[in-house]
């Protein structure tokens, strides 16, 4: 889950790989690093630290003309995060150079080999073996660089997407992936190189995106040959057109991603259902759902695989399926379904849930599932991931590019999305009437307007964030379809803020975590009208009198909570199936300003990367 950036053309490489780097500084950002061919020799110039301490090191010490070059930002894996390890890595001889995501499981008994034959290391990275057993092979079968690499792979074992050069050959790049996502941008007489398109967005709308065990040979003013890694046989690749524009990726005035993408909540939970329902003619159609109908409705259960933020849609999706198709679900972590043997037979239907469609672990439970017989649908965001490739059918999110590390928008839209095929499947198996068909309907396309509306309490939220932002632990409470919410609060809260938070079902408190309430002890409890509310105002009544912190997200004019609680943060009225949909918007925002506040970088969290393609 590192960002790796390549370009070979007519224009100055490194502008463009720069620029690149820092779209993609979402997959990594522990280090960073560019190498130009400049006509001549290879100029390189690698720091710990974000792009941005790469362009200041590169703009003191480095000419920066070429028009061939490669760049990597980092998510360290193997080797601390410092600038020995940051890629590229050259070969022993200096002859070629290379940028690698993933990771190379067998590098350690590599390394021994290559050393045997008198190959040194600098640093301690899998990549920095990978590029000599290339240089290694290529001289002993005295072959082109494409045919090294191919073999080099054969003996690889683990995951990569690869750019390589060669500085005595600096009319080509060639590339392959393995487990790790590779798009390669086809201009006019030239061609990008990236982890996803949006380094090269504004320069070409044509991409050929890789698959697995495939390489290629992007050769300048030539073209692109694309090979199986295997057994080298010629690929004719598709050449797909993209539809993401530069605006989608760019912070459009918010002064960061993560708030742009919490206020794009409206706009994109209507680009999810748009097209896909129309109440007042009674219909929900999703291509994904309408093909493969009698699988659903013959199925014994529905697993849903997922990971983080995407897990507690799953979540949600539980409590939907349940309660409208009467399909029986079960929610799996995906890393942890992927090693322990599960169940699972033809007849179960597998659902896989991911934003970005590269997160490794969803990706080794689907390829588990599909091995046993199960049919997998995918509700992926980005579109040609590679997950949308490996399941057998699914339904995209149409939330556009998320660009902030913690998940805002992909969490509303994945509900939406599984709450329409929960209402198709509700509606084909009889579990619900057409009048309670058709009243779902009419109140989810409401839901946009109301969302606008939860986020009118933006100034609020910011001042209930200022009064808790130095609390060390908060605690988040829902119940039933607000359980996943409350976990999803929490999550939010730890991933941008490093504040320590728990999400509960509210009546598990006096099972253990009441234990932890006193005066210092902010509680979000989620208790809007709908579900359970009585209950609820219980389990607020239990935490008042042990003179605990409520912050409660309640219905628009609620008087009970209100009467206890500390502070009370109001959403729209909607039916229950609905409330995660607003109930997540303040959660969203306080955990947004209160790590503004404590000057934490909100779009780039520590130790973390927006696509964890490693397991
Ligand atoms: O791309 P995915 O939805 O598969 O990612 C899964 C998790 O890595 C992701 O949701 C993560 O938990 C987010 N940082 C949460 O905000």
């Not at 913690?406 to 084909?428: G, M």
């Amino acid at each position: 889950m590192c960002g790796i950036v390549g370009y070979i053309g007519h224009r100055e490489a490194y502008p463009i790989i720069l620029k690149g780097l820092k779209r993609l500084e979402y997959r990594g950002y522990d280090s960073a690093g560019i190498a130009l061919f400049d006509g001549t020799d290879i100029k390189l110039s690698k720091t710990k630290g974000k792009v941005d301490d790469l362009q200041d090191k590169i703009e003191r010490e480095m000419p920066t003309n070429g028009n061939l070059g490669i760049g990597h930002t980092r998510w360290a894996t193997h080797g601390v995060p410092n600038d020995v390890n940051s890629h590229p890595h050259y070969s022993n001889s200096g002859d070629l150079v290379i940028i690698h995501n993933g990771i190379i499981e067998n590098y350690e008994s590599l390394k021994k080999e290559l050393i045997k034959r008198g190959y040194t290391f600098k640093s301690d990275t899998d990549t920095e073996v990978l590029v000599n057993l290339i240089e290694d092979v290529k001289k002993n079968e005295n072959t082109k660089l494409g045919k090294a690499v191919q073999i080099a792979l054969n003996q690889v074992v683990g995951a990569y997407a690869i750019a390589v050069f060669d500085k005595h050959k600096p009319n080509e790049i060639v590339v392959a992936r393995l487990g790790s996502p590779l798009a390669i941008g086809i201009g006019e007489d030239e061609f990008f190189i990236a982890s996803d398109a949006s380094p090269f967005i504004e320069y070409t709308k044509n991409a050929i995106y890789l698959e697995d065990e495939e390489m290629a040979v992007v050769r300048r003013n030539k073209g692109v040959k694309v090979r199986k890694i295997k057994d080298d046989s010629l690929v004719d690749p598709y050449v797909q057109e993209l539809q993401l524009n530069l605006e989608q990726i760019e912070k459009g005035g918010y002064e960061h991603f993560m708030l742009k993408e919490i206020y794009e909540q409206p706009s994109a939970i209507l680009d999810t259902f748009r097209g896909r329902m129309r109440p007042n003619e009674g219909i929900i159609k999703m291509a994904g759902i309408e093909d493969n109908m009698k699988t659903f409705l013959n199925a014994n259960r529905i697993i849903v695989v997922a990971c983080g933020t995407s897990w507690h849609a799953g979540l949600v999706s539980e409590y939907i399926f349940e309660d409208l198709a009467r399909i029986p679900v079960e929610v799996e972590y995906a890393s942890e379904f992927r090693y322990r043997n599960p169940v699972i037979t033809d007849k179960d239907v597998v659902i896989a849930i991911s934003q970005s469609g590269e997160t490794a672990d969803t990706l080794a439970a689907i390829k588990l599932a599909k091995s046993r017989g199960a049919f997998v649908f995918g509700v992926c965001n980005v579109v040609g991931s590679s997950i949308a490739r490996e399941t057998d059918a699914g339904a995209y999110t149409h939330a556009g590019p998320e660009i902030g590390v913690a998940s805002t928008k992909a969490f509303t839209t994945q509900i939406t999305v599984l709450t329409l095929i929960a209402l198709r499947l509700a509606r084909a198996k009889g579990t619900i009437s057409s009048s309670e068909f058709r009243h779902h309907m009419i109140e989810l396309e409401l839901i946009p307007e109301k969302v606008k509306r939860a986020l009118e309490s933006d100034a609020y939220v910011k001042t209930i964030a200022d009064i808790y932002k130095n609390a060390s632990n908060f605690l988040y409470l829902g119940r039933g379809y607000n359980f996943p919410v409350a976990l999803e609060g929490a999550l939010k809260l730890k991933e941008i803020s490093y504040i320590h938070a728990e999400g509960y079902p509210a009546a598990e408190m006096k099972h253990g975590p009441i234990a932890l309430i006193d005066e210092n002890m902010p509680i979000v409890v989620i208790a809007t009208k709908k579900g359970h509310y009585e209950k609820v105002v219980s389990n607020i009544q239990e935490i008042k009198s042990r003179k605990g912190k409520i912050i409660g997200i309640v219905t628009e004019g609620d008087e009970q909570v209100r009467a206890l609680a500390d502070h009370v943060i109001e959403v729209p009225e909607t039916i229950e199936s609905l409330t995660p949909l607003l109930t997540t918007i303040p959660l969203q925002l306080l955990s947004y300003h209160i790590a503004l506040m404590l000057g934490k970088n909100v779009d780039q969290p520590r130790n973390l990367a927006k696509a964890v393609t490693v397991e």
